[in-house]
């Protein structure tokens, strides 16, 4: 039997049990955790990239390149792992 809360505080609550949820989840789906830390990583390197290449590319052309450089960096981070310790693979 729940008391009554108040609104402001039935959302907290509510986003509490929403958090909780989401932290339990983390341990069995890795790829959405890692596809949503890559996007915030991104809000730091396309204002970077824009910057860099003097407003010559449009805002959605700097996110793009700074995705295909996050992207690639992983996978260069990967490939060397896989290769110098493929008995973890």
Known sequence: MKKHLIPSQQISEQTL???TEIWSQWR??????YLFLAMCFNLIVAPIVYAATGETLSRPQSWA???LGL???SLSI???FVMFVPEKF
């Open 65 to 67: 390149l700074g995705l």
């Open 28 to 33: 069995r789906q890795k790829l959405p955790l």
């Open 78 to 80: 990967y490939l060397f």
């Open 71 to 73: 992207v690639v960096l």
């Open 17 to 19: 049990e929403t958090a």
